[in-house]
C-alpha cells in the first residue's frame, strides 16, 4: 500500500497520529516527535519517570531521551507529548519539572520543544493553553484546569484518512502478549548477503524429527522466509480443510504451498524445536534478517568457536592456539561469516536486514502462537519479541518477553533480552532511519507535514 503525504492542519491531528505511528494509544508515556522545516521524521516512545523522580536522577532521565533523539541528527526542533491516566490538571502538577527539563535540555541540544501537550482521562491541552494561546483556537489562554475532549483526537479528520489508508491502533501491549494477525510485509531492506542457495525450494514432506541440525532448521524454514510457502491461518494448521490440501507440496514464487492436514502437527513441532536449541535458533534468526547462506556459514563458525574446534576436529577437539583462526573442513576463514552473523543477531549490521524476511518470520511465529492456543512456546514468544524489538518496538517486545518468562522463567535469551530492552538498548536497525521497519503507512512517499514519520519506539 502506497499512500500520499498526510498534513495535519492542527496540534489534533498530530495527537491522532501518535498512536497509529507506535502501533498502540500510550499510557504513562513520554512521546517525543523529532521533525525538520515542518516535517516529523522520527517517533519516540519511553515510559514516564517515577514520580518521585527528582533533580539530578529526573535530569539523567531526560538526557537519556535526547540520546534517543539524537539518532535523528537532521532534526531542529520536537514535539512532545504526556500520556497519563490522571486529569490533565494533574499531570501538568506533577511533572512541572519533567515539562521545564525537556525544554531546557532540547533548546540547549538546538532542538527546542515546538510544543508540548499533556494527554489526560479527562482531555488534553498545549503548552500554549495556560499562559499564551490556545495550541487549539489560537486564541486567548484557556481557562484554569480547562481541556480539550479526547473525541477531537479519535475523531479528527486524520484519524479517519489514516484508517481509511489500512492503519489500526492495536490494543496497549500491558503485561501479557498480543496474539496478532499476520501483518502485510514493509518495504524490503537491501539484502545483506548473497541467498546463493537452490533456486528452487520445496517445503520437506517429512519434517525432521528429535534435535535438528543447523542445515536441517535452515532448509526447513528457508521457503517460508522466502516467501514461497505459507502456513494459511490458525484454522489450516488445526487439521482444518486447506483450499490447496489436495495439491503437491511443490513450491513455486507465484503459489502457495500447502501443508497437508495430517503434517500440520509434526511441521508444527518441528519448527518449534529449531527454536529450542540455542545454536540452531541463532542461525534461524539471522536467517530472517539476512540470507540463508549467513546464516549457514555463520551458524558453522559460531558453533566452531564455542565448541574450540577447528576444520574437522570433533566437537570438544583439542583448544585452539590463541589467535588461530576458527576454519571450516575444506580450510575457508570463517571469521568474516561470524562477525556478520552477529551483526545480523544483535540488529547491529550497516545494511539492515531483509524486511520481507523478518516480516514472513513473524508471520509464521504469529502462526504458531496461534495453534499453540494456552500453552504458547517460550522459543515463539521469544522469536516475535526479538522481531519487534529490532523493529523499535520496545513495549511489544517486553510483552512478548513477559509471557515467555512466565512460561519458561529460566529462558536464557527472554531473560537477556528483556534486561536490555529495560536498561534501554534500542537496535541499531531502529536507530537509522535507511535501516528501520516501516509499516505499510510509512513508505518512504509517505509523511506527516506540519509535524511526522515513524521511526522507533523504545
Do not use: K
Not at 56 to 75: C, G, M, N, Q, T
Not at 306 to 329: K, N, Y
Request: overall charge negative.
Amino acid at each position: 500500500m502506497t499512500i500520499a503525504s498526510l498534513t495535519a492542519r492542527g496540534p489534533e491531528d498530530i495527537l491522532t497520529y501518535i498512536p497509529h505511528a507506535i502501533g498502540f494509544w500510550p499510557r504513562d508515556s513520554l512521546v517525543c516527535l523529532t521533525a525538520r522545516s515542518g516535517r516529523i521524521g522520527a517517533t519516540l516512545r519511553v515510559d514516564l519517570p517515577a514520580h518521585d523522580l527528582r533533580g539530578d536522577a529526573l535530569l539523567r532521565y531526560v538526557r537519556a531521551v535526547l540520546s534517543y533523539l539524537e539518532h535523528d541528527s537532521s532534526a531542529d526542533s520536537t514535539f512532545v507529548a504526556m500520556f497519563q491516566d490522571a486529569g490533565v490538571a494533574g499531570v501538568r502538577g506533577e511533572r512541572a519539572e519533567l515539562m521545564a527539563l525537556l525544554a531546557w535540555v532540547l533548546s540547549q541540544a538546538g532542538r527546542p520543544v515546538h510544543e508540548l501537550w499533556l494527554v489526560g482521562a479527562d482531555g488534553w491541552n498545549g503548552s500554549g493553553c495556560r499562559g499564551g494561546e490556545c495550541s487549539l483556537t489560537g486564541e486567548g489562554p484557556c481557562e484554569e484546569g480547562a481541556a480539550h475532549p479526547l473525541d477531537l483526537i479519535r475523531d479528527s479528520r486524520l484519524a479517519a484518512e489514516l484508517v481509511f489508508q489500512g492503519s489500526a491502533v492495536e490494543p496497549h501491549p500491558g503485561r501479557s502478549f498480543p496474539l496478532q494477525g499476520q501483518e502485510a510485509p514493509g518495504d524490503p531492506g537491501p539484502s545483506t548477503g548473497p541467498h546463493d542457495r537452490p533456486a528452487a525450494t520445496t517445503v520437506a514432506a517429512d519434517p525432521p524429527s528429535g534435535e535438528p541440525s543447523l542445515a536441517e532448521a535452515l532448509e526447513l524454514w528457508e521457503p517460508y522466509l522466502d516467501g514461497t510457502a505459507s502456513l494459511d491461518g490458525a484454522a489450516f494448521l488445526d487439521g482444518g480443510a486447506s483450499p490447496d490440501s489436495t495439491e503437491s507440496l511443490e513450491s513455486t514464487a507465484s503459489r502457495e504451498s500447502a501443508v497437508a492436514p495430517d503434517r500440520a502437527e509434526s511441521l508444527y513441532r518441528a519448527l518449534c524445536r529449531t527454536l529450542e536449541t540455542p545454536a540452531v535458533r541463532d542461525a534461524v534468526y539471522v536467517s530472517a534478517g539476512s540470507s540463508w547462506s549467513i546464516a549457514f556459514q555463520g551458524g558453522h563458525a559460531a558453533a566452531a568457536v564455542l565448541a574450540g574446534a577447528i576444520g574437522a576436529e570433533a566437537p570438544h577437539g583439542p583448544d585452539r592456539d590463541e589467535g588461530e583462526i576458527p576454519r571450516s573442513p575444506a580450510g575457508q576463514d570463517l571469521t568474516p561469516w561470524l562477525g556478520t552473523f552477529g551483526d545480523v543477531f544483535l540488529a547491529e549490521s550497516g545494511t539492515g536486514p531483509d524486511w520481507d524476511r523478518m516480516n514472513h518470520f513473524a508471520a509464521v511465529l504469529q502462526n504458531l502462537l496461534h495453534r499453540a492456543g494456552d500453552h504458547p512456546p517460550a522459543g515463539v514468544l521469544t522469536g516475535l519479541a526479538w522481531v519487534e524489538w529490532c523493529r523499535g518496538r520496545g513495549s511489544q517486545a517486553c510483552a512478548f518477553l513477559d509471557g515467555a518468562l512466565a512460561v519458561e522463567p529460566g529462558h536464557r535469551l527472554a531473560s537477556l533480552l528483556h534486561r536490555a530492552i529495560l536498561s534501554g538498548a534500542l537496535s541499531g536497525w531502529a536507530s537509522r532511519r535507511h535501516s528501520s521497519w516501516r509499516r505499510p503507512l510509512d513508505r518512504s512517499d509517505s509523511g506527516l507535514d506540519e509535524q511526522a514519520t515513524p521511526d522507533a519506539e523504545e
